[in-house]
């Protein structure tokens, strides 16, 4: 498989069905923001990287999730942006902005819902795609830059010092160090 760019760059990548979609930002050393968006179809016996539909507003490192059959795009430095990709349509739309940044976060579906959590400003949004609809949670009480989970009906993000659940129905985060065995997040325990 050949490599996104050999210029190094920053890409996002989430899949969309058993295909990779990689949103990617300016090839250089110093990243700008960018409309650019790649696939690649792993069930080919010789798989490339193709260029896909541009989205329609330029961002540097977003989140981006797949939640029911379509991709979306989040924010990235300094934006607020919401996009989605419809595969089906080839083409993305502009949705209600975030209500805030998130730098350094990570998304993670939950029921019938997208949440934003964590980052720089330690952040928990939940989107509702089905009403475009975004709602201000409680924050968690670390900074994390780390990928969260959907764990139990509920949501854990964690790094090398702490751990924390989010419980959507109460709209609470409570600590739990216990999954996190010597410091290690790699080793993190899902009981």
């Excluded at 942006?81 to 949705?95: G, I």
């Excluded at 975004?134 to 702490?162: C, D, F, M, R």
Aim: with cysteine.
């Amino acid at each position: 498989m050949r490599p996104i760019s050999e210029n190094g760059g920053s890409r996002t990548v989430e899949t969309l069905g058993s295909n990779p979609v990689c949103i990617t930002n300016a090839l250089s050393d110093q990243p700008s923001k960018s409309k650019s968006v790649q696939s690649i179809n792993l069930k080919e016996s010789n798989p490339e990287w193709k260029s896909e539909q541009e989205m329609l507003h330029e961002v540097l490192n977003p989140l981006i999730i797949q939640f029911a059959n379509k991709v979306y795009a989040f924010g990235g430095w300094e934006t607020r942006v919401t996009q989605e990709f419809d595969p089906a349509l080839n083409e993305w739309r502009m949705y209600s902005q975030m209500p805030w940044c998130c730098y350094g976060g990570s998304t993670v579906a939950l029921g019938d819902k997208i949440y934003v959590v964590g980052g720089s400003q330690r952040v928990c949004y939940s989107y509702d795609p089905k009403n475009d609809e975004w709602e201000v949670l409680s924050k968690p009480s670390h900074q994390y830059y780390t990928n969260a989970t959907a764990w139990k009906g509920k949501i854990l993000l964690g790094n090398t010092e702490h751990v924390e659940e989010y419980d959507p129905v109460d709209d609470c985060w409570s600590n739990r160090i216990e999954l996190l065995p010597d410091g290690d997040i790699r080793r993190m325990l899902f009981q």
